[in-house]
């Protein structure tokens, strides 16, 4: 750059690829290369004599160029009709990894850009998920799924091929190194799709059982599940019985029930059972046809082990903590962190110390899809993603929405004490280290228990949960060969605690009966019905705290979004005609027999 033979742009967009495709921190590669070039504009190196071999002539018809910033030559400096050189005399090296850039059509040069990159693609490092090119990023004992951008994407292009412009030098065309067009990288990245390239559903840190039920335990990618495994260094599991015997079964409960989740103060059976069931959720994900429930962790008191209970959860899969997801503050914001995370891949999402009503639609969507879609932050590209993420939240006697607590399966912890966090006399001095260290032995009690299961020819057990049967088939088949009893056994009680919507509204209908308003059509209108909701005090979280014309609009909306409902043994309908002589809606309660 500083000897004026490359613009600064293109060699600077060129750097900051390799950085990336380094694994280097954006940030980083930048300030390292505007410093590097700010050095060497304040002293200018000689420019080295290229290490290219001149062109020989060729009478290969000159075509439109295909290139740009990478170094073609602009429009008008190319060898006329006749003259040009042949596209595949360029710098020295094996034919198929070279790819000249001058005076083609564009759909040729991607074309010869998609098989080299595929014919180095093998063990693969491009892989396509959710409508992008991605790559695994190996970032210490946390990998993750990493969309392409066009600097990564472009660095890649340009280790797997010889790039190369024709210029003429003393009348001879000679081919000078170019990097890869970006026209070239948009196209590739834009396509409709990548036939060759190989599908990515997920990142896994353990052994977990592949849809066949064969068990991988070889780091890697594996093409029929689609996974890529990814140990930590020195992780090991022990081998897992090929039929596990009563005494290992016996060993694997206690390992789990008592080792790992003895100390802490589940207020019933379901507890343990539920912790054991998300604990073993991702060896076994691939097992499940269908989406997979929220796993709420709360207590009365702050201190007694909620975000401890999560991390153990999650260690012996990952071995490390959950992702936290921080609750948003509308479904907008929801959606937006939704998506963010989900194009991660993570094994785990925690909602970590919920402060709010757990209430969005947007959450409630994910929760029972197997895949997301939505717009990325600042693109106009949509994606759609697997969603294959086990899902944890905590926080201290948590509210949930009547469409969460449909959603969710509950972990109640209850130390019974002022002071929970000075209680004593633990099993481990400090079990989230002891779980650290004998993680392996963590992972091979899992992987028994769900070998048992898979011996039994994956035979579903008697739960059932509306959208998540098969989700609650395959845990309670497992937890029932394991001898682990309380699963779902607190459902009814989660949804009757949450259920703060319908003692609003029941308590209303309740007062509308006793009030008997009407009109001549037999309905009344919202109007009378904001009268009777703000004299008795009801359904504050309806109308909400904003001004009277505010909270009439609210509760309109509400009691269209009611209407057909049954509470309390009436009814929520519309008359006929359904609007009075002004137009306003209309409403009114029919009995139903019980």
Not at 103 to 121: C, K, P
Not at 449 to 474: Q, S, T
Request: proline letters at 8%; hydrophobic letters at 40%.
């Amino acid at each position: 750059v500083g000897g004026g033979v490359l613009d600064e742009e293109t060699v600077a967009v060129a750097l900051e690829g390799a950085g990336e495709e380094a694994g280097k921190r954006p940030g980083e590669v930048r300030r390292t290369v505007a410093d590097g070039i700010e050095a060497g504009r304040r002293q200018p190196r000689g420019v080295p004599e290229p290490r290219l071999r001149v062109v020989p002539r060729a009478t290969e018809t000159a075509r439109e160029m295909g290139g740009d910033g990478g170094g073609a030559p602009p429009e008008g400096d190319g060898p006329p009709d006749g003259d040009a050189p042949a596209h595949d005399d360029g710098p020295d090296g094996p034919p198929e990894t070279r790819i000249c850039i001058t005076n083609r059509l564009l759909r040729e040069v991607v074309g010869d850009a998609l098989r080299a990159l595929w014919r180095s693609n093998d063990p693969p490092v491009v892989y396509q998920r959710g409508g992008q090119l991605v790559r695994v990023r190996l970032d210490g004992d946390a990998p993750s799924v990493q969309p392409l951008t066009e600097a990564a994407f472009r660095g890649r292009l340009d280790r797997v091929a010889e790039w190369y412009k024709l210029v003429k030098n003393n009348g001879e065309w000679e081919g000078r190194a170019a990097y890869p067009p970006v026209e070239v990288v948009r196209d590739v990245l834009a396509l409709p799709e990548w036939a060759d390239a190989p599908h990515l559903r997920s990142i896994v840190h353990a052994p977990v059982y592949a849809p066949d039920g064969s068990l991988l335990t070889t780091p890697g990618y594996h093409p029929a599940a689609p996974l890529y495994y990814q140990p930590s260094d020195g992780f090991t599991v022990p081998e897992v019985p090929a039929t596990p015997t009563t005494d290992d079964v016996a060993r694997a409960r206690a390992l789990l029930l008592e080792d790992l989740f003895g100390d802490f103060p589940f207020v019933d059976a379901a507890g343990p059972a539920h912790s054991v069931a998300a604990l073993l959720l991702p060896f076994v994900r691939e097992l499940v046809d269908g989406p997979t429930p929220l796993h709420l962790i709360d207590a009365p008191a702050p201190g007694t082990g909620k975000t401890l209970l999560a991390d153990l959860i999650c260690i012996p899969a990952t071995g490390h903590d959950a992702p936290l997801l921080t609750e948003g503050r509308d479904d907008e914001e929801w959606r937006k962190r939704l998506t963010a995370r989900l194009i991660s891949a993570p094994t785990y999402i925690l909602l970590d110390n919920l402060r709010r009503r757990l209430d969005s639609g947007q959450l409630a969507a994910v929760l029972t899809a197997t895949t997301w879609s939505d717009r990325i932050l600042g693109q106009s590209l949509t994606v759609t993603v697997p969603q294959r993420a086990v899902w944890l939240a905590t926080g201290n006697n948590v509210g949930l929405s009547n469409e969460i607590a449909r959603r969710a399966v509950h972990i109640r912890l209850d130390a019974k004490c002022e002071r929970p966090f000075e209680r004593s006399g633990w099993r481990h001095a400090n079990v989230e280290r002891w779980a650290r260290a004998n993680r392996g032995r963590i992972a091979w009690a899992a992987l028994t228990l769900i070998r048992c299961w898979i011996l039994e020819n994956r035979l579903p057990g008697g739960a059932v949960m509306g959208k998540f049967d098969a989700w609650a088939g395959a845990m309670s088949g497992i937890l029932g060969i394991a001898g682990i009893d309380g699963f779902l056994s607190n459902a009814r009680q989660l949804f009757d605690a949450a259920d703060e919507e319908t003692a609003e509204w029941r308590a209303f209908i309740a007062a509308w009966v006793g009030a008997d308003v009407s009109t001549d059509v037999g309905g009344v209108g919202v109007a009378r019905l904001y009268e009777l909701a703000t004299r008795g005090e009801l359904l504050g979280s309806v109308l909400g705290e904003a001004g009277e014309r505010s909270q009439k609009t609210r509760l309109g909306k509400a009691l269209g979004k009611m209407r057909g409902r049954i509470i309390g043994g009436r009814r929520i309908v519309q008359p006929t005609p359904p609007i009075d002589r002004s137009g306003r809606a209309l409403y009114k309660l029919e009995w139903v027999e019980s």
